[in-house]
């Protein structure tokens, strides 16, 4: 079974602290993908990776940045929160042309 | 640009009652079409894919390149259908992404 794995379920940061989201995959998929997921506008695209220490922009990048030093590894940074950043956040991965796994999600809240 | 409109936030049927969850896309290309569903609690998961199709737990989708439509479809609804649905469209060449739409609640009723 494929696995993708976040680092939290649930975090509460302050505005303007520095955050990482953490998504770790253990079927060596190329592809990985951060989205956030709101209600009334689904999911929507942060940041994906294609491939170690590559990254590409997605439909909303604004305030945020990413890392992919590791094929297993990818994270999200919010390099200073803001409340309008409180959302579900959802990890996924995927080899080359298969269907999108996802992790559980972890819910930020900014205060 | 590639979009993704699903019209309803909210469809409420009745055990037993046919379900129809209405997908539009935009997309110049050739589009692969998705519907991913996620339960109360549970991760977001792929429920069908145009390409393999074949029926997932009673639902079915064809793809209408005509009327740019991917609509979920089951006969009869059962209680533990009630999830939120997302039709996602991805690109040949897009690396894999998908763009998904607003998603719909589906609620049924016994």
């Known amino acids: 079974d494929v696995k993708v794995t976040q680092s939290s379920r649930y975090l509460v940061k302050r505005t303007g602290e520095k955050v990482f989201l953490e998504c770790v995959q253990d079927m060596d998929h190329e592809n990985m993908f951060w989205y956030r997921q709101d209600p009334g506008l689904g999911l929507r695209l942060i940041y994906f990776?294609?491939?170690?220490?590559?990254?590409e922009k997605g439909d909303i990048p604004e305030g945020y940045s990413v890392s992919r030093e590791k094929k297993e590894r990818f994270s999200l940074i919010l390099e200073s929160a803001s409340t309008n950043q409180t959302s579900m956040y959802l990890c996924a991965s995927s080899s080359v042309a298969d269907e999108q796994f996802f992790g559980p999600g972890t819910r930020l809240t900014v205060l | 640009a590639q979009r993704v409109t699903q019209p309803e936030k909210l469809l409420s049927v009745f055990k037993g009652a046919p379900v129809e969850l209405k997908c539009n896309y935009s997309?110049?290309?050739?589009?692969?079409l998705f519907w991913y569903v996620q339960y109360s609690r549970q991760r977001l998961q792929l429920l069908l894919r145009?390409?393999s199709r074949e029926s997932i737990k009673g639902f079915t989708a064809d793809l209408n390149k005509g009327e740019t439509s991917f609509h979920l479809k089951k006969p009869f609804a059962q209680e533990e259908d009630s999830a939120m649905y997302y039709c996602a469209l991805g690109a040949v060449r897009g690396g894999n992404k998908l763009t998904f739409g607003t998603g719909t609640q589906l609620k049924v009723e016994l």
């Open positions: 145009h390409i």
């Open positions: 997309y110049s290309g050739s589009p692969e």
């Open positions: 990776s294609y491939d170690v220490k590559m990254k």
